[in-house]
Nanobody, 123 residues
């Protein structure tokens, strides 16, 4: 069974940066599309960013475009989300997942969700 693990969250101030990491056992990311989602308290889980299996195509939610960057790591089972210019509205639990199609912003097209990492941005 694949286990996805997110890390790198924390408490930061508005305007700061964070880099989230996603790693998995028993899964070679290079074979799959990958994505990041987030869920704020009391809200639905929202799409953030995705990268195709080749790493050459990316997709971003309008709310993070120009501030966040999704990338694959040099290790075959790692992925990152570089978040710059953080805003209080970015506060959420962030999840990575494996995608079955690209491009897609629909959570039902993603599997193997991790436990998430909390990102809190203070104003």
């Amino acid at each position: 069974q694949v286990q996805m693990g997110e890390s790198g969250g924390g408490l930061v101030q508005a305007g700061d940066s964070l880099r989230l990491s996603c790693a998995a056992s028993r899964l070679i990311f290079a074979n799959f599309h990958m994505g990041w989602f987030r869920q704020a308290p009391g809200k639905e889980r929202d799409f953030v960013a995705a990268v195709d299996r080749t790493g050459t195509s990316t997709l971003y939610a309008d709310s993070v475009k120009g501030r966040f960057t999704i990338s694959r790591g040099s290790a075959r089972n790692t992925m990152y989300l570089q978040m710059n210019g953080l805003k209080p509205e970015d506060t959420a639990v962030y999840y990575c997942a494996r995608g079955v199609r690209f491009p897609s912003t629909d959570g039902s097209d993603y599997n193997d969700w991790g436990q998430g990492t909390q990102v809190t941005v203070s104003s």
